[in-house]
C-alpha cells in the first residue's frame, strides 16, 4: 500500500440484467494475485426453477462497511480509495460474521482455510491503475470499469446508482449498480 | 467507519493491577529478588511495559461488541456443563490451532512449515527468557561439586547435568536452536512478501515487512553473542549485547501495537468453533429463499442483535430480517429487485 497509482476518476459499474452467467469473470477473478487464485466473485441463478436469470455480485465496498462492524478481530480495513480489504490473514480467527451480515452476501469462508476472503476490486491492479479482471473479460457489459463520462456515453437510458434500501437501512457503496434513468436508488425491501 | 476511543477506564484498570500482580510475582518469584539478574533488569522493563500494554489493547478489544459477543457465548458453552466434553474439544483445538497451526497448511505447505518455525522458536525463547528475566529459573553449581549444574525454578531445583553432556550442550544453546527457527521462516516469509505481487500490492512496510526484518534481527544478534565467544575470541560482544537488548526490547514493547498481537488474538479462533459447534447442535438455520441450510440458527439471531447494536437495522416489516437470507439468497433478492426496478422502467437494458 505504500506505492499506490490508484485511478480516482475511474469506477465500477454493475448490471446484473446483463449478466448471461457464461462465468468468464469468476475465471479471471482466480487469477488476481490478492486471492492467491481463489475466485472471489459470485455468479449463481436467481430461481432456477421459475426463471434462466442470473446474477453476478463483487464487493460493494461499503462506505459504512457491515462486515467491518461486525468482525470481532479487526480483521477487515477500509483504506483511504474507499476500498474495502479482504480478512488480514493473521487476524481472521474465521467465525463468519462478516459472511453472514453483509447485506449484499459477498464475503466468502474458506473452510480449509479457516479465513475469509473477499474481493478487493483486483487491488493489486486497480493500485496500479488498471482494471479489475473481472471487468476487463465481461462480454455483455455487466461488470464495467471506467470513467462516469464513459458509462454515460455507453448507457445513455441508464443512471449510475450507489444507494441501495433495505428497509429502514440505506447502505451507500463505492460500486455503482445501472439504473433506469432518473433512479437515485435501488429498494430491495 | 467508527473509530473507538484509545483512552479507556476500565482498561487502564485491568491492566494496572495484572501489572502489579505481575511484578510481585517477579518479586516472590525470585525469592525476593535474590534469585534476580540484575543484568537482564532492561529486558524485565521492556516486558513489563509490554505485558501492561497487551493487557491494556486486549481489554479494549474485549468491549467491542462482537468480541464481547464471542467471548461471552463461549465462556457460556464452557462452563454451562458437560464440563469433559468441552475440555476434550478445547484441548484438542489448542493442539491443532494453537500449537501446529494446522489451519495454515491447506494454504500453502510451506507457509505452514515456515510459520511453525517462526512459531516454535519464538514460543520456545518466551518460555526460556521469561522466567529467567523474572528470576523464576536460576542455575547453579551443586553444592560439593564442580562439574555438576542445577536448575532452579521458583527457587526449587527440578533438575541437575554434567558440565561439558549433551543435556548441558542443547540447554546453553535451546535460545540458539531458536533463532535458527526463527531466521529460516522469516526469511521464508520475507522473501515471500518481496516477490509476491499480491502481497506487494496489500502490505506495508510499518506492518508486514519491519516485524520481519526485526525478527530476523533478534535472532541475528543473539547468535552472533554465542559465536563471538566461542569462535571469535569475543569481538564485538559487548555492542551485540546492546543492540540485541535494543532490538528484543523494542519486540516487546511493540507487540501491544502491531502484526505481533496476533499471537495473543489467535485463542479466539477457538471461541469462534465452540460457538459454531454449540450452534449446530442447537439447529441450522434455512434460507427463505434457496432453502438450504446456510448457518446456525444462533448465529443468526445473534448477528441480528449485533448490527441492530452496532446501528443497522436489516427488518423487515412483518417482523423477519434481512439476515434471515443466505449469502446466495441476499444475491438472488437484490438481483430480483433490480430485475423489477428495471421492468417499471420499462426497459431490461439501457
Given at each position: 500500500?505504500?506505492?499506490?497509482?490508484?485511478?480516482?476518476?475511474?469506477?465500477?459499474?454493475?448490471?446484473?440484467?446483463?449478466?448471461?452467467?457464461?462465468?468468464?469473470?469468476?475465471?479471471a477473478?482466480?487469477?488476481?494475485?490478492?486471492?492467491?487464485?481463489?475466485?472471489?466473485?459470485?455468479?449463481?441463478?436467481?430461481?432456477r426453477?421459475?426463471?434462466?436469470?442470473?446474477?453476478?455480485?463483487?464487493c460493494?465496498?461499503?462506505?459504512?462497511?457491515?462486515?467491518?462492524?461486525?468482525?470481532?478481530?479487526?480483521?477487515?480495513?477500509q483504506?483511504?480509495?474507499?476500498?474495502?480489504?479482504?480478512?488480514?490473514?493473521?487476524?481472521?480467527?474465521?467465525?463468519?460474521?462478516c459472511?453472514?451480515?453483509?447485506?449484499?452476501?459477498?464475503?466468502?469462508?474458506?473452510?480449509?482455510?479457516?479465513?475469509?476472503?473477499k474481493?478487493?476490486?483486483?487491488?493489486?491492479?486497480?493500485?496500479?491503475?488498471?482494471?479489475?479482471?473481472?471487468?476487463?473479460?465481461?462480454?455483455?457489459?455487466?461488470?464495467?470499469?471506467?470513467?462516469?463520462?464513459?458509462?454515460?456515453?455507453?448507457?445513455?437510458?441508464?443512471?449510475?446508482?450507489?444507494?441501495?434500501?433495505?428497509?429502514?437501512?440505506?447502505?451507500?457503496?463505492?460500486?455503482n449498480?445501472?439504473?433506469?434513468?432518473?433512479?437515485?436508488?435501488?429498494?430491495?425491501? | 467507519?467508527?473509530?473507538?476511543?484509545?483512552?479507556?477506564?476500565?482498561?487502564?484498570?485491568?491492566?494496572?493491577?495484572?501489572?502489579?500482580?505481575?511484578?510481585?510475582?517477579?518479586?516472590?518469584?525470585?525469592?525476593?529478588?535474590?534469585?534476580?539478574?540484575?543484568?537482564?533488569?532492561?529486558?524485565?522493563?521492556?516486558?513489563?511495559?509490554?505485558?501492561?500494554?497487551?493487557?491494556?489493547?486486549?481489554?479494549?478489544?474485549?468491549?467491542?461488541?462482537?468480541?464481547?459477543?464471542?467471548f461471552?457465548?463461549?465462556?457460556?458453552?464452557?462452563?454451562?456443563?458437560?464440563?469433559?466434553?468441552?475440555?476434550?474439544?478445547?484441548?484438542?483445538?489448542?493442539?491443532?490451532?494453537?500449537?501446529?497451526?494446522?489451519?495454515?497448511?491447506?494454504?500453502?505447505?510451506?507457509?505452514?512449515?515456515?510459520?511453525?518455525?517462526?512459531?516454535?522458536?519464538?514460543?520456545?525463547?518466551?518460555?526460556i527468557?521469561?522466567?529467567?528475566?523474572f528470576?523464576?529459573?536460576?542455575?547453579?553449581?551443586?553444592?560439593?561439586?564442580?562439574?555438576?549444574?542445577?536448575?532452579?525454578?521458583?527457587?526449587?531445583?527440578?533438575?541437575?547435568?554434567?558440565?561439558?553432556?549433551?543435556?548441558?550442550?542443547?540447554?546453553?544453546?535451546?535460545?540458539?536452536?531458536?533463532?535458527?527457527?526463527?531466521?529460516?521462516?522469516?526469511?521464508?516469509?520475507?522473501?515471500?512478501?518481496?516477490?509476491?505481487?499480491?502481497?506487494?500490492?496489500?502490505?506495508?512496510?510499518?506492518?508486514?515487512?519491519?516485524?520481519?526484518?526485526?525478527?530476523?534481527?533478534?535472532s541475528?544478534?543473539?547468535?552472533?553473542?554465542?559465536?563471538?565467544?566461542?569462535?571469535?575470541?569475543?569481538?564485538?560482544?559487548?555492542?551485540?549485547?546492546?543492540?540485541?537488548?535494543?532490538?528484543?526490547?523494542?519486540?516487546?514493547?511493540?507487540?501491544?501495537?502491531?502484526?505481533?498481537?496476533?499471537?495473543?488474538?489467535?485463542?479466539?479462533?477457538?471461541?469462534?468453533?465452540?460457538?459454531?459447534?454449540?450452534g449446530?447442535?442447537?439447529?441450522?438455520?434455512?434460507?427463505?429463499?434457496?432453502?438450504?441450510?446456510?448457518?446456525?440458527q444462533?448465529?443468526?439471531?445473534?448477528?441480528?442483535?449485533?448490527?441492530?447494536e452496532?446501528?443497522?437495522?436489516?427488518?423487515?416489516?412483518?417482523?423477519?430480517?434481512?439476515?434471515d437470507?443466505?449469502?446466495?439468497?441476499?444475491?438472488?433478492?437484490?438481483?430480483?429487485?433490480?430485475?423489477?426496478?428495471?421492468?417499471?422502467?420499462?426497459?431490461?437494458?439501457g
Open positions: 500500500m505504500n506505492y499506490t497509482n490508484f485511478n480516482r476518476h475511474e469506477e465500477f459499474f454493475v448490471d446484473m440484467q446483463r449478466c448471461i452467467g457464461c462465468k468468464a469473470c469468476e475465471m477473478c482466480a487469477e488476481c494475485e490478492t486471492n492467491g487464485q481463489e475466485t472471489m466473485i459470485h455468479v449463481n441463478y436467481v430461481d426453477a421459475t426463471t434462466v436469470q442470473t446474477t453476478v455480485q463483487v460493494m465496498h461499503c462506505e459504512d462497511p457491515v462486515c467491518a462492524n461486525v468482525c470481532p478481530a479487526d480483521a477487515i480495513s483504506d483511504e480509495f474507499g476500498i474495502v480489504h479482504t480478512a488480514n490473514t493473521e487476524r481472521c480467527i474465521g467465525c463468519s460474521n459472511v453472514m451480515a453483509c447485506p449484499f452476501g459477498v464475503p466468502k469462508k474458506e473452510e480449509s482455510f479457516d479465513l475469509m476472503m474481493c478487493t476490486m483486483c487491488y493489486d491492479r486497480t493500485s496500479v491503475g488498471k482494471k479489475p479482471m473481472c471487468a476487463t473479460v465481461c462480454p455483455s457489459g455487466a461488470l464495467f470499469y471506467g470513467t462516469k463520462e464513459e458509462i454515460e456515453e455507453m448507457r445513455p437510458n441508464s443512471t449510475a446508482v450507489n444507494s441501495f434500501i433495505f428497509g429502514k437501512e440505506v447502505v451507500n457503496t463505492k460500486v449498480i445501472m439504473m433506469p434513468k432518473g433512479s437515485k436508488e435501488l429498494r430491495i425491501f | 467507519m467508527k473509530k473507538s476511543r484509545t483512552f479507556n477506564r476500565k482498561a487502564l484498570l485491568i491492566a494496572s493491577g495484572l501489572s502489579a500482580i505481575m511484578v510481585a510475582s517477579v518479586f516472590y518469584g525470585s525469592r525476593k529478588l535474590q534469585n534476580f539478574d540484575a543484568a537482564l533488569i532492561t529486558y524485565l522493563f521492556g516486558t513489563v511495559f509490554a505485558f501492561f500494554g497487551i493487557v491494556y489493547r486486549y481489554s479494549v478489544w474485549l468491549q467491542r461488541p462482537p468480541t464481547w459477543l464471542y461471552k457465548r463461549s465462556m457460556q458453552f464452557l462452563f454451562k456443563g458437560k464440563v469433559f466434553s468441552h475440555f476434550w474439544f478445547l484441548s484438542k483445538e489448542t493442539v491443532n490451532n494453537i500449537a501446529l497451526q494446522r489451519f495454515i497448511y491447506p494454504r500453502s505447505q510451506y507457509r505452514w512449515v515456515a510459520h511453525f518455525c517462526i512459531a516454535l522458536g519464538c514460543m520456545s525463547a518466551f518460555a527468557t521469561f522466567p529467567l528475566t528470576g523464576w529459573i536460576h542455575f547453579t553449581l551443586a553444592p560439593g561439586s564442580i562439574s555438576v549444574y542445577e536448575a532452579h525454578f521458583f527457587g526449587f531445583k527440578v533438575f541437575d547435568f554434567e558440565l561439558g553432556s549433551l543435556i548441558a550442550f542443547l540447554t546453553f544453546h535451546a535460545l540458539n536452536w531458536s533463532s535458527w527457527l526463527v531466521i529460516i521462516g522469516s526469511v521464508y516469509y520475507l522473501r515471500r512478501r518481496l516477490t509476491n505481487p499480491g502481497l506487494i500490492a496489500t502490505q506495508t512496510f510499518e506492518g508486514d515487512l519491519l516485524p520481519l526484518i526485526l525478527l530476523i534481527a533478534i541475528v544478534t543473539g547468535l552472533f553473542l554465542t559465536y563471538s565467544y566461542q569462535f571469535m575470541k569475543g569481538f564485538a560482544f559487548d555492542f551485540m549485547a546492546v543492540l540485541h537488548a535494543v532490538t528484543v526490547i523494542m519486540f516487546l514493547i511493540w507487540i501491544p501495537f502491531g502484526k505481533f498481537f496476533h499471537i495473543i488474538q489467535r485463542p479466539a479462533q477457538i471461541a469462534a468453533h465452540i460457538y459454531k459447534r454449540e449446530v447442535q442447537r439447529g441450522m438455520a434455512v434460507c427463505e429463499h434457496t432453502g438450504a441450510e446456510f448457518t446456525t444462533l448465529h443468526v439471531d445473534d448477528l441480528k442483535e449485533l448490527t441492530r452496532l446501528g443497522f437495522d436489516f427488518d423487515r416489516e412483518d417482523g423477519t430480517s434481512h439476515l437470507l443466505s449469502p446466495e439468497g441476499k444475491r438472488s433478492r437484490l438481483a430480483q429487485a433490480h430485475l423489477k426496478a428495471r421492468q417499471e422502467g420499462g426497459n431490461l437494458f
